[in-house]
């Protein structure tokens, strides 16, 4: 859905008032490792010879396919380097900061910067320094039981 688009179905659907909603949003780290990392990915070439190790005269002239896996969250980070870049906008990745919030809704702004895909991808960890995307979870919905809570009492 673009911006404007989504614009114009707000302004013809809102939501209820009595619908509580947490916005959550972050900003993906655009640091320069990330940008080198994506350079050497870039520009990365294999000798012709390791691609066709124990081929057969007749298949040295058919060109082989090497998948590169490419770090989800280099990748976000491109991403909102280019939204950066084109828009003047702090992203995800994915959606601008400013876009991600619902009117109305509860805003949660992490100060840690984290992409798009963090919360379906990011590694268990038991690291107490290190955000947990489970824990972040229940958090935001512990939060929205308490402003169901709270509107109720109202």
């Given at each position: 859905?673009?911006?404007?688009?989504?614009?114009?179905?707000?302004?013809?659907?809102?939501?209820?008032?009595?619908f509580?909603?947490?916005?959550?949003?972050?900003?993906?780290?655009?640091?320069?490792?990330?940008?080198s990392?994506?350079?050497?990915?870039?520009?990365?070439?294999?000798?012709?010879?390791?691609?066709?190790?124990?081929?057969?005269?007749?298949?040295?002239?058919?060109?082989?396919?090497?998948?590169?896996?490419v770090?989800?969250?280099?990748?976000?980070?491109?991403?909102?380097?280019?939204?950066?870049?084109?828009?003047?906008?702090?992203?995800?990745?994915?959606?601008?900061?400013?876009?991600?919030?619902?009117p109305?809704?509860?805003?949660?702004?992490?100060?840690?910067?984290?992409?798009?895909?963090?919360?379906?991808?990011?590694?268990?960890?038991?690291?107490?320094?290190?955000?947990?995307?489970?824990?972040?979870?229940?958090?935001?919905?512990?939060?929205?039981?308490?402003?169901?809570?709270?509107?109720?009492?109202?």
């Amino acid at each position: 859905m673009t911006y404007i688009k989504r614009q114009h179905f707000l302004a013809k659907h809102p939501l209820p008032h009595d619908f509580p909603v947490i916005s959550f949003h972050t900003e993906v780290s655009i640091g320069p490792s990330v940008m080198s990392m994506m350079s050497h990915i870039a520009h990365a070439e294999l000798p012709w010879q390791v691609l066709n190790r124990g081929a057969s005269s007749d298949d040295a002239a058919i060109p082989t396919k090497l998948p590169v896996v490419v770090p989800l969250p280099a990748v976000m980070a491109l991403c909102a380097k280019h939204i950066e870049l084109r828009y003047n906008h702090k992203s995800d990745g994915l959606v601008v900061r400013e876009d991600a919030e619902a009117p109305g809704s509860v805003v949660v702004r992490p100060k840690r910067n984290l992409d798009h895909a963090w919360m379906v991808y990011s590694p268990s960890r038991k690291e107490t320094n290190e955000p947990n995307a489970p824990q972040m979870c229940e958090a935001l919905l512990v939060l929205l039981f308490e402003i169901c809570k709270k509107t109720k009492a109202d």
